[in-house]
């Protein structure tokens, strides 16, 4: 049994509101020497594929602690080769973000986010060269909320999470680019940090799986599954085989296969090493152990379009362990670690 806190729990400190509204900040011209910077991975970070772009693009996390409070959020991108810093000059780092891509508008949208005791109430945008400010009034200051974006209905979704003090919450709420708008406060029970996902051929968001943190002796894991369509929550049957407990599993589509793919994540026993395939009914064990290190992450996978590959980076060995920093790829049959592993 896990007998340490397997992720963070909620921390007091709330930041004040943002007063301005879609405030740009200007993006600097990326100096030479940047062009060599070498990525230090943070612990909670997360991955998406950005269309405009046509490649990786991740947004690192930092430690749990040391890390100064000033330093920037940094998005780096991943060209199969090497990772290139793509940007520095938005907002500051930040851990436990809600990160997706809005392939509708291009941009990359990032809410929330953890600093050690600062949890940052803020919508930020990036749209390939230029970061903008939102007033963050919504959602309101959180961590490890899941969220991604509706391809049919042109709206990310925002579920969970914590955000005063150890209150977790079940929530979902819809971004339009402009405004937040809380949709349900009905449906999965409270929990953080969720698999999220969406599955664009039966156009739903689903949920597997996060904890509660109801006191410190008591931690509720959860092994559930559930659908948004966009108007209502519903509970997916699971039958066996199924995944069982999942804590940070990370979550990818397949559009050769049609199914939503999970990966690795914890559950009350171990940091698992697995993949499951979920095809709209049944969920399939599809690779026992992938031969990488076992690790728990959040939005740590991403499957790049362009070159037709599932790419990970990143994640966690144990509870309060170390960064695993090494960037892993897989052609749905091989997995082959593309950076960053001693061999």
């Given at each position: 049994?896990?007998?340490?806190?397997?992720?963070?729990?909620a921390?007091?400190?709330?930041?004040?509101?943002?007063t301005?509204?879609?405030?740009?900040?200007?993006?600097?011209?990326?100096?030479?020497e940047q062009?060599t910077?070498?990525l230090?991975?943070?612990?909670?970070?997360?991955?998406?594929?950005?269309e405009?772009?046509?490649?990786?693009?991740?947004?690192?996390?930092?430690?749990?602690?040391?890390?100064?409070?000033?330093?920037?959020l940094?998005?780096?991108?991943?060209?199969?080769?090497?990772w290139?810093?793509l940007?520095?000059?938005?907002?500051?780092?930040?851990?436990w973000a809600?990160?997706a891509?809005?392939?509708?508008?291009?941009?990359?949208?990032?809410?929330?986010?953890?600093q050690?005791?600062?949890?940052f109430?803020?919508?930020?945008?990036w749209?390939?060269?230029?970061?903008?400010?939102?007033?963050?009034?919504?959602?309101?200051?959180?961590?490890?909320?899941?969220?991604?974006y509706?391809?049919?209905?042109?709206?990310l979704?925002?579920?969970?999470?914590?955000?005063?003090?150890?209150?977790?919450?079940?929530?979902?709420?819809?971004?339009?680019g402009?405004?937040?708008?809380?949709?349900?406060?009905?449906?999965?029970?409270?929990?953080?940090p969720?698999?999220?996902?969406?599955?664009?051929?039966?156009?739903q968001v689903?949920?597997y799986?996060?904890?509660?943190?109801?006191?410190?002796e008591?931690?509720?894991?959860?092994?559930?599954?559930?659908?948004?369509d966009?108007?209502?929550?519903?509970?997916?049957?699971?039958?066996?085989?199924?995944?069982?407990i999942?804590?940070?599993?990370?979550?990818?589509?397949?559009?050769?296969?049609?199914?939503?793919?999970?990966?690795?994540?914890?559950?009350?026993?171990?940091?698992r090493?697995?993949?499951?395939g979920?095809?709209?009914?049944?969920?399939?064990?599809?690779?026992?152990?992938?031969?990488?290190?076992?690790?728990?992450?959040?939005?740590?996978?991403?499957?790049?379009?362009?070159?037709?590959?599932?790419?990970?980076?990143?994640?966690?060995d144990?509870?309060?362990?170390a960064?695993?920093?090494?960037?892993?790829?897989?052609?749905?049959?091989?997995?082959?670690c593309?950076?960053?592993c001693?061999?």
């Open positions: 049994m896990l007998t340490s806190t397997p992720l963070p729990t921390l007091p400190t709330n930041t004040p509101s943002p301005a509204t879609a405030t740009a900040v200007e993006t600097a011209v990326v100096p030479e062009a910077a070498v230090q991975a943070g612990q909670w970070s997360a991955m998406v594929y950005h405009g772009l046509g490649q990786i693009v991740l947004v690192n996390g930092g430690p749990e602690r040391g890390k100064p409070a000033a330093e920037p940094e998005l780096w991108g991943w060209d199969g080769e090497a290139t810093l940007d520095d000059s938005g907002p500051v780092w930040r851990n809600g990160v891509y809005d392939a509708g508008r291009d941009v990359l949208v990032v809410h929330g986010g953890l050690q005791e600062r949890r109430d803020e919508t930020w945008e749209d390939g060269q230029t970061w903008s400010l939102h007033d963050g009034s919504g959602p309101h200051g959180r961590e490890g909320a899941g969220m991604v509706d391809s049919g209905r042109g709206k979704v925002l579920f969970g999470g914590a955000i005063d003090g150890p209150e977790i919450v079940g929530d979902t709420w819809e971004w339009d402009q405004t937040w708008t809380q949709v349900a406060t009905s449906g999965p029970p409270a929990r953080f969720a698999g999220t996902g969406y599955d664009p051929i039966r156009q689903l949920v799986g996060g904890h509660d943190v109801r006191t410190s008591e931690i509720p894991f959860f092994g559930d599954f559930w659908a948004w966009g108007v209502a929550w519903q509970e997916l049957p699971l039958t066996e085989p199924s995944p069982g999942r804590v940070a599993t990370s979550f990818v589509f397949d559009p050769v296969s049609a199914q939503l793919l999970m990966f690795g994540g914890s559950d009350l026993d171990s940091f090493t697995d993949l499951w979920w095809d709209g009914t049944q969920w399939t064990l599809l690779v026992e152990d992938t031969g990488m290190p076992p690790r728990s992450g959040f939005n740590i996978v991403a499957y790049d379009a362009a070159r037709e590959v599932f790419v990970l980076f990143g994640g966690v144990r509870p309060g362990g960064v695993v920093d090494e960037t892993w790829e897989w052609d749905r049959e091989v997995w082959v593309a950076a960053g001693d061999s």
